[in-house]
Nanobody
């Protein structure tokens, strides 16, 4: 049974930082591209970042230069380092593997 567990969310002030983690079980992520998505209240889920099998990354324009994705295949875990957070980054953040499996998400709230 594939399980993804996101963690690391919380409440921060604008300009703050958070590091999200997504731990996978039941699947070896080393053979998959990994993706982060987010969903803000009243909005559709949107793609945030991709981390390829080789560790290359791609980002949505809205987070480029502020967010950094990474992976540790030995730990079967992916990360999303989020810096210079803005109120518009407030959302539930999800990781995704193989375009099929989702975690339950972790809440990020950016507010003064």
């Amino acid at each position: 049974q594939v399980q993804l567990v996101e963690s690391g969310g919380g409440s921060v002030q604008p300009g703050g930082s958070l590091r999200l983690s997504c731990a996978a079980s039941g699947i070896q992520i080393s053979i998959y591209h990994m993706r982060w998505y987010r969903q803000a209240p009243g909005k559709q889920r949107e793609w945030v970042a991709s981390i390829t099998i080789g560790g290359s990354t791609n980002y949505a324009d809205s987070v480029k230069g502020r967010f950094t994705g990474s992976r540790d295949d030995a730990k079967n875990t992916v990360y999303l380092q989020m810096n210079s957070l803005k109120p518009e980054d407030t959302a539930v953040y999800y990781c995704n593997v193989a375009s099929a499996y989702w975690g339950r998400g972790t809440q990020v709230t950016v507010s003064s």
